[in-house]
């Protein structure tokens, strides 16, 4: 087993896989909202002509145009929110996401991944699972919400040098990159 390493910045480096929401998802979301927000806007500046109730929603449509212009002028919802970032050697874990100039970057040797596996969970969700050994600085720095939900639901003991979390199938080719993850874990082992 190899040392996991903590980076300042993510490496520059070519990429086999950038896992998360990207850029396109970031851009049609984004003008969903700004369509939303115009919306509510128009409604609160020409309520009188639209509507005839009573003058306190108005101010309800201009109250909620306002917060969906605070989350559209948020330029960090505009950017890509990559979970994690794949070399032919491992992976990068971000200690937050979005990823901001202050973003620290676990990287994980293949050598310690214990499981990587597309499977069903809570149910019938099928998501990218996986498995490794982190020690518990990593986990409370890079795991924390998994951490958490781990031990909520009595998955690890704090003893255990291992965190588990899984992604949920969204927009993503999540069994693709699950099945790619799996051949590459396989490979490195294997060497």
């Known amino acids: 087993m190899k040392d996991n390493k903590i980076y300042e910045n993510l490496p520059n ?7 998360g929401p990207g ?20 409604l609160g500046v020409f309520y ?43 992976i990068y874990f971000p200690s937050e996401i979005p990823s901001k100039k202050t973003t620290q970057y676990l990287y994980i040797p293949f050598e310690n991944f214990i499981k990587i596996d597309y499977e069903k969970i809570l149910g019938n969700r099928m998501a990218l699972t996986i498995k490794a050994y982190v020690s518990e600085q990593e986990k409370k720095i890079f795991f924390r919400e998994d951490a958490f939900r781990n031990a909520f639901f009595g998955f690890e003991s704090k003893e255990d040098k291992t965190i588990s979390f899984a992604y949920a199938k969204g927009f993503h080719h999540t069994e693709q990159t699950a099945m790619e993850l799996k051949e590459m874990l396989k490979k490195q082992v294997s060497d």
Do not use: R
Not at 13 to 19: H, K
């Open 13 to 19: 480096t070519d990429f086999i896989i950038v896992y």
């Open 23 to 42: 850029k396109t998802e970031a851009i049609l979301t984004m003008s969903l909202f700004t369509v939303v927000m115009i919306g509510f806007f128009v």
């Open 48 to 90: 009188e002509q639209i509507l005839v109730k009573p003058i306190a929603f108005k101010w309800v449509f201009l109250i909620i145009s306002f917060i969906f212009a605070i989350g559209i002028f948020n330029k960090n919802n505009w950017k890509a929110w990559p979970y994690f970032h794949v070399d032919e050697n491992g």
